[in-house]
């Protein structure tokens, strides 16, 4: 046999750096940050209902610029799980209950791959809506107000639609400045 095939065996998927990440045993992947910005740059905000692409990775830096100080990587990395289980929209998540559990368990491992204990911080999950009220109409061209950010003021953020390529290159600058 050929040592140099993989054999997939479960569910798994292949990533861009050639290892696999196992769903069942996602804390034997062998995944890298690399893997993380390349996922995150493929992968529109709102299943892609918006005027122009805008990826979860440029989200994610923008998030990092917007949280109080000490909180900067972990919004970066909030969204990092998505690079593998995908970015699936709330109202969808509420009709799926075992893939909330598989997300949970992808969140754990890729959250302390980097250093980063779950739950996420209110100070990151307050960013997070506060973005998300302003990328609603921003990203999408909607204008109605959504019950989960109707008590939240915008915050102030210019989406500038980087192409995944930019996404990716953003998103790995800012990791490692945050690495330092």
Not at 45 to 63: D, I, L, M, P, W
Request: net charge negative.
């Amino acid at each position: 046999m050929n040592e140099k095939v993989k054999h997939i065996v479960g569910p798994t998927i292949a990533l861009h750096s050639g290892s696999y990440f196992d769903f069942e045993d996602p804390e034997s992947s062998n995944f890298t940050i690399d893997d993380v910005a390349h996922g995150l740059s493929q992968i529109c905000r709102f299943t892609g209902q918006c005027k122009r692409f805008y990826s979860v990775a440029e989200h994610s830096v923008h998030a990092s610029h917007n949280v109080p100080a000490g909180f900067e990587m972990e919004a970066l990395m909030h969204d990092a799980p998505e690079a593998f289980v995908g970015d699936i929209s709330k109202p969808l998540k509420t009709l799926l209950p075992d893939y909330k559990i598989i997300e949970d368990r992808a969140e754990a491992v890729v959250l302390a791959r980097f250093g980063i204990t779950p739950p996420l911080s209110p100070q990151v999950k307050l960013t997070d809506l506060k973005m998300l009220r302003a990328e609603q109409v921003k990203a999408t061209g909607n204008q109605d107000v959504w019950p989960i950010v109707a008590e939240l003021n915008a915050t102030d953020i210019t989406l500038e639609f980087w192409q995944p390529e930019e996404a990716k290159r953003r998103f790995l600058e800012r990791f490692y400045e945050l690495s330092t």
